[in-house]
């Protein structure tokens, strides 16, 4: 018996022996680790705050970019609509025998494209990204539309004001002419700038901003759950290799209803001003 518990303590003494030893390594290797460890939780933090207020400011000037393209399209259509009419009722109040040379002046608003820096890093996610670059590239065209509409007014104008000097019409062949070039202006305004250029514009901002508040209220993991075919499980890879062909158009049919919602508010809005 006194062997058998001599062996037994024996044993046990190696045991003890043993995790004492590994103990001593895994203290020095977490006590060494820490360092590094406290460094990376605070770089992962840093990132992470970083990402949020730059979802946060591109939120900012997503919501400025929309409210001067609603403001520049309800001054247009009141130019457009109201100030025109009075315009070419004015042109037909001069006597038939004299020619018109009046004028009417393109409204004056605020315009600019959306700053450089709203590119200068990622957002955490690939859709928005696009989104942003396209929305980016639009918003560098938004006052170069709005000056080419005022600068064809102006010629329009110009051009009228030479045809009546010259008078190589008759006054009367001459104001019909002048009516004609601005109900064509008009119509070009309509279709082109307030019935095409600014509604597209309007919804990539929209769906842009749409996204942008999804991602800022969820993690990184759980935005990619929900949107990243790579964290999903698929019964087939053509299953899989299709939602990676069809993620973008899935994803703005996501933000379809919120899009639709705002744009309904905005319209709302408009009506009671």
């Known amino acids: 018996m006194n062997i058998v518990a001599e062996y037994i303590i024996s044993i046990w003494s190696g045991v003890v022996a043993f995790l004492s030893s590994w103990q001593t390594l895994i203290g020095a290797f977490l006590g060494a680790s820490a360092p590094f460890l406290l460094w990376r939780f605070a770089e992962n933090y840093r990132e992470k705050k970083g990402t949020q207020q730059y979802l946060y400011y591109l939120q900012r000037m ?50 600019r494209p959306l700053p450089d820096d709203v590119n200068a890093k990622s957002s955490g996610s690939g859709y928005i990204d696009n989104k942003i670059a396209k929305v980016y590239a639009l918003s560098r065209d938004f006052p170069h539309i709005i000056d080419d509409a005022r600068l064809q007014l102006k010629d329009t104008i110009e051009r009228n004001e030479k045809i009546s000097f010259g008078g190589h019409n008759s006054p009367e062949a001459q104001k019909a002419q002048f009516k004609e070039n601005i109900e064509e202006y008009r119509k070009m305004v309509k279709e082109e700038i307030i019935g095409k250029n600014f509604p597209i514009y309007m919804r990539k901002l929209l769906e842009t901003l749409a996204a942008l508040e999804e991602k800022a209220r969820m993690t990184r993991i759980a935005w990619k759950l929900k949107f990243d075919p790579r964290w999903k499980f698929y019964l087939a890879k053509e299953s899989y290799l299709k939602a990676k062909e069809t993620i973008m158009d899935d994803m703005d049919l996501h933000f379809r209803i919120p899009v639709e919602k705002r ?11």
Do not use: C, G, W
Request: zero cysteines; proline letters at 3%.
């Open 62 to 111: 997503i919501v400025d970019q929309i409210n001067l393209l609603n403001d520049a399209d309800n001054t247009i259509k009141h130019f457009i609509n109201l100030k025109m009419n009075v315009f070419l009722e004015r042109i037909d109040e001069n006597p038939v025998t004299a020619y018109s040379v009046n004028t009417v002046f393109f409204p004056l608003f605020s315009v």
């Open 263 to 273: 744009l309904a508010e905005i319209e709302t809005t408009n009506q009671k001003k």
